[in-house]
């Protein structure tokens, strides 16, 4: 009795976020998966896919995300490990933490115009390079400013969780490892490294997702000249009116994202909650 | 008694002996003057410390007192802000770590929790690239060393806390370190498993015979497992010797209060050889203090007896008593008021008034503020002369 009551109280919390997932994400993923699976009649069909796979354009448009997302998550690391490194030694790291984060508080799209002030022909860079003699240059609208742009929005989503990994890590290892004989690059590369791998595939996670769906800078920075499944399914949904196939793009989009949940899942950790 | 004398005087002769070679060799680690301090903050204090090849030492204790500060400065994880440290006879302050012969087993074992055994094992062969096949040989040998030959695949979250201390002794010995520094390893264990590992440690010690430096708060430990022993307090080296010296003729409040169970009263030499304490006079070993010298008299538990009170030198009442297996602990009161620890082969009756009794040889005297050489130099004197009334 005593049990079946506290579990019906337990449901009843769920209540409020159960309404919430029920409308905002699990019906609009049926109707997503509904739309790109009939006709305008409502007919089953899987001509939606068949244009998507039978098409060049969307192949390459797939291959253009992936490729780009891949690109702005492995600049992100690249900056991101060492960053986060060093964090993790200075003596206010909360504080230093904080200015990391700080940024993402900040709307998106705010920072993306902040951006476009600072790469325009007549920007702030331009007009340092001016001070040199340098003539201004074309620096928006290109791959490198979508790069430079989207890595610099991700930082902050890599860093977070490597640092958290990092500081996990017992210092007491690194001097087992000194002790040992390694020096500091050794210690860094055999024991720190493999450590914080969690905190590695969990910022690639957190980065390369969302880049395989970036648009907004995709046309405020790259000018398009990136086009990435993000825009196609902007572009099917706001232009062209082709809901059928947006739908089609983002159910491919969703199911490319769940793989790379699972590629970069934290095996370690499972197990060893398995075990305990 | 004449056998007794006979083997007395062959124990002396051997530790004079090793004496000489201790003058003559140069030590492996050597402290000179070493200090350290954080801010004004001083937690080592003009430490002297010469370690002998070979030797089993033990750093004993409490926390805080500057013990595990000693073994990271040997280590290398700490650099002095005084004095010199030596290995060998060289001077090491400025040599990092890793390019120092010895390694260490660390409080909380410190294995990497991504390798296996093996793995943790290997990990200081493999730095030094020691090709695949030797570094198979010396894990081997490792794990055989430690007796965990059956656990090399397994991960180090499958272990338990003594099968741990096993892999992290292994993985230190592994890189055959001429110093093998251990921070109180046996902590984490329980009372039979640390019993084990005392006697297996100090049989791997042996066999190796390379030097260990253990640090401990344990006196149990320390007295089981050394030849030499430090004791510290407040960063300071209160004093080096022999488990049995350091026993038997403790120098100072601490030490005795520390290193085992002690009764300690406030007393005065009033010659050599008479020491007055309880208001009464006790007729003693110890010499060459100051006529009506105040002292500290120190009278072990296991050393006192009871008797009938018209046989014991003092009459206590008996007011408290614990059983300890192989004896009684018991409380009792003279009639100063001061209380006695006695360990008591027969169970008492509590408010009972019994004698107590002791030797003269069971009186220890300590004075206040006496240096270590100082002591030593009194002990020796007073040895000899009773060495020459025995002969």
Redesign the interface.
Same mark, same amino acid.
């Given at each position: 009795m005593m049990s079946k009551r506290k579990q019906q109280r337990q449901l009843f919390y769920l209540v409020p976020y159960g309404a919430w997932l029920l409308l905002f994400v699990i019906a609009p993923l049926v109707l997503l998966l509904f739309q790109s699976l009939t006709t305008q009649d409502g007919h089953f069909t899987l001509a939606n896919y068949a244009i998507y796979f039978g098409s060049g354009t969307y192949l390459l448009m797939t291959f253009n995300s992936v490729w780009y997302a891949f690109l702005i998550t492995l600049i992100t690391l690249v900056i991101s490990y060492p960053m986060a490194y060093l964090l993790n030694q200075l003596k206010r790291k909360q504080f230093w933490l904080l200015l990391i984060i700080l940024p993402t508080w900040i709307n998106l799209l705010l920072k993306t115009y902040a951006f476009i002030g600072l790469l325009s022909k007549s920007g702030t860079v331009n007009n340092f390079l001016g001070l040199w003699g340098i003539v201004p240059q074309q620096l928006l609208f290109s791959n490198w400013s979508f790069l430079l742009v989207a890595a610099y929005i991700e930082i902050p989503f890599m860093i977070l969780p490597i640092f958290n990994s990092l500081a996990e890590i017992?210092p #007491? /290892?690194a &001097?087992? !490892? #000194?002790? /040992? =004989?390694?020096?500091k690059w &050794?210690t860094l590369w #055999?024991?720190t490294m493999? /450590?914080s791998m969690s905190g590695v595939k969990a910022g690639i996670q957190a980065v390369f997702i969302p880049s395989l769906s970036l648009f907004m800078i995709t046309r405020l920075i790259g000018g398009n000249r990136v086009i990435t499944l993000g825009t196609a399914i902007e572009e099917h949904f706001l232009v062209t009116q082709n809901w059928r196939l947006g739908s089609t793009i983002g159910v491919i989009l969703i199911v490319a994202m769940v793989i790379t949940m699972i590629l970069t899942r934290d095996r =370690?950790r499972q197990s !060893?909650r398995k #075990?305990g | 008694m004449n056998l007794r004398a006979f083997l007395d005087t062959i124990v002396l002769l051997t530790k004079s002996e090793g004496w000489e070679l201790t003058n003559t060799s140069t030590p492996i680690i050597e402290f000179k003057n070493v200090g350290l301090s954080y801010d004004d903050n001083e937690v080592l204090k003009n430490i002297d410390l010469a370690l002998e090849a070979g030797k089993f030492y033990t750093l004993l204790g409490p926390s805080g007192s500057g013990k595990t500060t000693i073994l990271n400065l040997i280590s290398g994880q700490l650099t002095p802000t005084r004095g010199d440290i030596l290995f060998e006879g060289d001077v090491i302050n400025d040599v990092p770590v890793e390019k120092r012969h010895m390694n260490t087993v660390f409080q909380d074992y410190g294995l990497f929790p991504n390798m296996n055994v093996f793995d943790n094992v290997a990990f200081g062969p493999s730095i030094k690239g020691m090709s695949k096949a030797d570094i198979k040989n010396k894990v081997t040998e490792m794990l055989e060393l430690v007796k965990l030959t059956a656990y090399a695949d397994r991960e180090i979250n499958e272990l338990s806390g003594g099968q741990k201390q096993r892999v992290a002794i292994a993985r230190a010995l592994a890189n055959d370190p001429e110093v093998l520094l251990l921070d109180e390893p046996l902590s984490a264990l329980d009372y039979k498993l640390r019993k084990e590992m005392q006697y297996e440690l100090r049989e791997i010690q042996q066999r190796l015979g390379i030097t260990f430096v253990f640090v401990t708060h344990d006196q149990e430990e320390a007295l089981a497992m050394s030849d030499w022993i430090y004791v510290m307090n407040d960063g300071v080296v209160q004093q080096n010797g022999s488990p049995e010296d350091i026993y038997d003729e403790p120098i100072n409040h601490f030490v005795a209060d520390f290193i085992g169970e002690s009764n300690i009263l406030d007393g005065v030499m009033k010659a050599d050889y008479l020491v007055h304490f309880t208001g009464k006079d006790f007729e003693n070993v110890d010499a060459g203090m100051r006529p009506n010298e105040q002292v500290e008299v120190v009278l072990r538990p296991e050393d006192l007896d009871l008797t009938s009170v018209e046989n014991g030198k003092l009459v206590v009442t008996i007011d408290d008593q614990s059983f300890r297996g192989d004896y009684y602990e018991i409380t009792a009161i003279d009639d100063d008021g001061n209380e006695w620890q006695v360990q008591a082969t027969n169970k008492s009756t509590i408010g009972e008034r019994v004698g107590l009794t002791f030797d003269p040889e069971d009186i220890h005297i300590m004075r206040f503020n006496e240096s270590e050489d100082d002591f030593d130099a009194r002990l020796e004197s007073y040895e000899d002369d009773s060495d020459d009334v025995k002969a």
């Open positions: 017992d #007491r /290892l &001097q087992a !490892s #000194r002790d /040992l =004989g390694a020096n &050794q #055999r024991v493999p /450590l =370690g !060893s #075990r | -």
